[in-house]
């Protein structure tokens, strides 16, 4: 028996850019098994609940399709209240046995609100529009806040530029982007 781990499953940059009235929500497609691409073409941003949210998950594609249906089951709660949504589920996944071992983090965005999600109880507004995760997160993030100064440039701008510099730094994210406007 070998004491080398298994290979982890590495990789996405979600990336939520905010400008003017506009919001945008990119992923990239890449799946990587340790040091291998296993698929170029995923897809972790959609719409969830009536389609007026969109998400994007970083992490374990089980457990994010986990946290999708439960903030759907959120949002149905208290409909038309993505922080108030986010905050219960944020809470259950905390509190909840089954629901703390889910490796995943989440974007979710409406259109006055965008918000990170994590299995530690965070649910963070950004102070400038633009919020990142996933391996080449810092990456997307810190070349989108350089780009958001720039006049003239609209959001959808911003993040395709921002994820084309994390897809070319970062080995676990690729161009293949899916991308959601609000």
């Known amino acids: 028996m070998s ?11 979600i990336l939520c850019v905010r400008k003017g009235d506009d919001c945008v929500m990119i992923g990239d497609g890449q799946v990587s098994l340790g040091n291998t691409v296993v698929k170029g073409k995923a897809r972790k941003v959609r719409r969830i609940g009536d389609g007026a949210v969109v998400a994007g998950f970083a992490g374990a ?18 409909p038309g209240q993505l922080t108030r949504a986010c905050v ?23 259109q006055t609100v965008s918000l990170t999600l994590t299995g530690t109880g965070d649910v963070l507004e950004p102070d ?21 100064g720039v006049d003239g440039i609209p959001a959808e701008d911003v993040a395709r530029r ?11 994210t690729n161009t ?7």
């Open 3 to 13: 004491d080398t781990p298994l290979p982890t499953w590495h990789g996405t940059t």
């Open 61 to 78: 594609t089980a457990d994010a399709f986990t946290l999708f249906e439960r903030l759907e089951t959120k949002l149905e709660q208290y």
């Open 88 to 110: 219960e589920l944020a809470k259950d996944w905390r509190t909840d046995r089954y629901l703390r071992r889910l490796e995943a983090m989440m974007l979710v965005a409406d």
């Open 128 to 148: 400038d529009g633009v919020m990142a995760i996933g391996s080449g997160g810092n990456y997307a993030l810190a070349a989108a806040r350089a780009l958001m």
């Open 162 to 172: 921002a994820m084309g510099i994390a897809a070319d730094i970062c080995v676990f």
């Open 176 to 182: 293949n982007f899916t991308v959601e406007k609000l």
